[in-house]
């Protein structure tokens, strides 16, 4: 098969999406795909051109363009199948108040916030009192993310995020433990625990740095939170309209609570990602899972279950 593989852009989370992105090439060209590498901060221009020539195009880009929805409309206009959710889905997930608007309005758990598009009056404090997260309403892989017990620990985090031409999203901090939980057609995997090394919280460096953060996969929880766990990213993944894959991370409070924090619909994709490694232990290795996703995005291109 002839695949477009879409990758870099111009957000701040290009280098991952480049470095992910050659390891899907090598994993795809050892199963007989003929792949074409498109970066798409060079050859944005040429996108429909190009999609037009392939029979499939995957998408490893994180942040905007690619989460935001405008890739996937651009394909849908070549009549080109890709992986993954529509433009619509894509969108509200990534803006991280739309999705939360969602999610209460589904009767899903997830933390207060409060969304500042542009810095709030100098006497300004959080309707949920202190300490609070900020971080990028629309960005990823934790950054831009800090935590703040007052005003002043607070605006310098703000100052970075307007600096990057972000909107901010504050939430009250939440006691408890990271939990992930990827989707795989209309299956919710195993969850994996997430427990920083390198710092207090899942921040960037946590999750990219050597070392930075174990990953506990399957998570060794209740089975009963396991279940819970799996329902609501499958509930959120619905919520949101969303198709083929997801990733849906949690925080786990002490008594057992749950809170969404928010879904990625382009998550991580090396062999070691996390949802690779949850498709692991559902017997995927990593290049049948880059198949199933091929298999899922053909299925919703024609609207026919091809058959296994």
């Known amino acids: 098969m002839k695949i477009l593989l879409i990758a870099g852009g111009w957000s ?3 280098e991952i999406s480049l470095v992910g992105a050659r390891g899907m090439q090598d994993a795809l060209t050892q ?3 003929d792949v074409t590498f498109f970066d798409l901060l060079h050859d944005f221009d040429r996108l429909l051109e190009c999609a037009r020539a392939h029979d499939f ?48 309005q589904a009767g899903l758990p997830t933390a207060d916030w409060a969304l500042l598009p542009q810095r709030p ?10 300490p609070v997260f900020a971080k ?12 703040a017990a007052c005003r002043a620990e607070l605006d310098p985090i703000l100052d970075e995020i307007f600096a990057a031409g972000e909107c901010a999203l504050i ?17 919710a995997l195993a969850p994996i625990l997430i427990e920083p090394v390198a710092g207090e919280f899942f921040d960037f460096t946590s999750k990219y740095a050597r070392g930075g953060a174990q990953e506990i996969c399957p998570a060794p929880l209740p089975d009963a939170i396991t279940a819970e766990v799996r329902r609501l990213a499958l509930a959120a993944h ?34 070691t990602s996390l949802v690779p490694q949850e498709a692991a232990v ?16 053909l299925e919703r291109h024609t609207g026919t279950p091809r058959a296994r």
């Not at 195009?57 to 935001?68: F, K, R, S, T, Y």
């Not at 996937?72 to 999705?99: H, I, V, W």
């Not at 559902?282 to 995005?297: K, N, T, V």
Request: hydrophobic content about 35%; charged content about 20%.
């Open 238 to 271: 619905t919520a949101l309209g969303l198709a083929g894959y997801s990733r849906t991370d949690f925080i786990l409070g002490a008594d057992g609570s749950l809170h969404l924090l928010e879904v990625n619909t382009l998550p991580g994709m090396t062999p």
């Open 57 to 104: 195009a995957l998408i490893n880009l994180h942040g905007a363009p690619g989460e935001d929805g405008l890739v996937q409309a651009m394909l849908e206009r070549a009549d080109c199948p890709y992986q993954g959710s529509g433009p619509a889905g894509s969108f509200l997930a990534l803006n991280k108040a739309a999705a939360k608007q969602i999610f209460r």
């Open 31 to 33: 199963r007989g795909h």
């Open 171 to 187: 939430e009250p901090q939440l006691s408890g433990r990271e939990v992930t939980c990827g989707v795989l057609g209309e299956e």
């Open 121 to 130: 009056a100098s006497d300004w404090e959080p309707p949920f009192g202190w």
């Open 282 to 297: 559902a017997g995927l290795d990593f290049g049948q899972l880059l198949e199933r996703l091929i298999e899922l995005g």
């Open 136 to 147: 990028s309403n629309t960005g990823g892989s934790s950054l831009h993310l800090g935590r």
């Open 12 to 14: 701040s989370e290009r």
